[in-house]
């Protein structure tokens, strides 16, 4: 498969050596059949919009409604498996000095690809907790169409998401913000840039000198800000920067 050469000044910032911020959003799991966020609502849930269903108040009006639309997404990830994008971006993560992953992503795609301190800055679908109290588990039966008691105090169920009008996990959200705040070069894969306040990360990287770097196969509002934008998939343009990483000499390249 032919690389489109990579912008040579986007190349030296990488092999540089200083830290490396990648952001990625629903984008980045498109190509293991993981449908985008907006493209989330399939069925019954078509009636929905996101925003609206990815909500407590949604939930306390509609909790079996909610728990089932999660459901549905569970099983979708479950049945699908990491894309050569997810692979590539743990390669970058060994083959680069300090990298941090910030995902908004709660499909754990990027850790079944065996990337390593993933910061999950909108939570999982692969964990519960409790609506009342702040016992935490493993997703359990992704048949069950209504949400489980929880076993502490019999309050419902809920999934380990962030929804909207919700707080940012308070570590994930200092790790992203510190990460962005130093990094040299900050990467956004895969993310329409419209949520907040994950949408600022690139905002912060970008007010402190760092380089921008979006890999989207479509212009977001961030595009205009990047000193580089590399249109096209995730699963094609992320192992093409491996592969050029990888052909240079120096460190990190395969040419010593
Ligand atoms: C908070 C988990 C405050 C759940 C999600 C007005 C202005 C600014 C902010 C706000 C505002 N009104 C309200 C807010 C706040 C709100 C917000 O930002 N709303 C938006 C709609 C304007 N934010 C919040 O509520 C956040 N919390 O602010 O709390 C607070 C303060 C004090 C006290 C209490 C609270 C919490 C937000 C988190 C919501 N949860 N997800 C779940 O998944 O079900 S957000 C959800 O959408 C995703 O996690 C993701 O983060 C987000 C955006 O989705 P993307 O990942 O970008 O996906 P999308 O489909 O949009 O785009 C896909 C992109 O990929 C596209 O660009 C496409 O071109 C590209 N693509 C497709 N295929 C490929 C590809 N690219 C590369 N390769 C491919 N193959
Ligand atoms: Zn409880």
New binding site residues.
């Given amino acids: 498969m032919s690389t489109p050469r990579l912008p040579d000044g986007l190349l030296e910032r990488l092999a540089g050596g200083g830290g490396v911020v990648f952001l990625?959003?629903?984008?980045?799991s498109?190509?293991s059949g993981v449908p985008?966020?907006?493209?989330?609502l399939t069925g019954l849930w078509a009636r929905n919009r996101?925003?609206e269903?990815?909500t407590p108040e949604a939930f306390r009006r509609d909790p079996d409604h909610v728990w089932g639309w999660?459901q549905a997404?569970r099983r979708g990830v479950m049945a699908v498996d990491p894309n050569p994008?997810h692979h590539a971006l743990r390669e970058l993560q060994s083959i680069l000095g300090k990298t941090t992953l910030v995902t908004?992503?709660?499909d754990g795609l990027h850790q079944r690809a065996g990337s390593r301190d993933v910061l999950e800055?909108?939570?999982s679908?692969l964990r519960d907790r409790c609506s009342e109290c702040d016992h935490r588990a493993p997703a359990g039966d992704l048949e069950r169409d209504t949400p489980p008691p929880c076993p502490h105090c019999g309050g419902l169920m809920r999934?380990d998401?962030?929804?909207?009008?919700?707080?940012?996990p308070p570590s994930a959200l200092e790790g992203a913000w510190q990460a962005a705040a130093s990094c040299t070069l900050f990467f956004s894969?895969?993310?329409?840039?419209?949520?907040?306040?994950?949408?600022e990360l690139a905002e912060v990287a970008g007010a402190r000198g760092a380089a921008l770097c979006e890999?989207?196969?479509?212009p977001?509002p961030l595009s205009a800000r990047c000193d580089w934008v590399l249109q096209?998939?995730?699963?094609e343009?992320l192992p093409g920067l491996v592969r050029a990483l990888s052909a240079r000499p120096g460190p990190g390249g395969s040419r010593q």
């Fill in positions: 990625t959003g629903s984008g980045i498109a190509e985008t966020f907006r493209d989330a996101p925003e269903l990815a999660y997404r994008g908004q992503n709660v800055f909108h939570g679908l999934p998401v962030v929804w909207f009008g919700e707080m940012i894969i895969g993310t329409s840039g419209l949520v907040y306040p994950a949408a890999i989207n196969t479509d977001t096209g998939r995730a699963g343009v």
